[in-house]
């Protein structure tokens, strides 16, 4: 059972993705179509004087979820994979955090 937690590490942390993200992923209703397996339980990380963090928490990555996010870096995004380190559910979930490369800050 996970709880949310609105701060996370010194950061805010806020529901769902915004009009910056990555990607848009707007359908929030139960049933088709479905996220890719990679966007799950979609969050946002803020602190003052820094770059937001999209954070997606998926159960497990499948080899197209590493083609999109390898979309995501081409595009100028930092991807990183931080194992064991979930705010949603610690030791289930794997947790992705991206954010805008810091040579495009």
Do not use: C, Q
Not at 23 to 39: A, K, Q, T, V
Not at 65 to 86: A, C, H, P
Request: proline share 10%; aromatic share 14%.
């Amino acid at each position: 059972m996970s709880t949310y937690k609105e701060e996370f590490d010194g950061y805010k942390r806020t529901p769902y993705w915004d009009d910056n993200a990555p990607i848009e992923w707007r359908h929030l209703e139960p049933g088709p179509p479905f996220p890719p397996p990679w966007l799950d339980h979609l969050s946002r990380l803020t602190k003052e004087g820094e770059e937001t963090i999209y954070v997606t928490e998926p159960y497990y990555l499948d080899g197209e979820s590493f083609v999109e996010l390898g979309k995501i870096i081409r595009d100028g995004w930092d991807v990183e994979i931080r194992l064991g380190n979930s705010i949603h559910n610690p030791g289930e979930a794997l947790p992705i955090w991206i954010s805008k490369e810091k040579g495009d800050r």
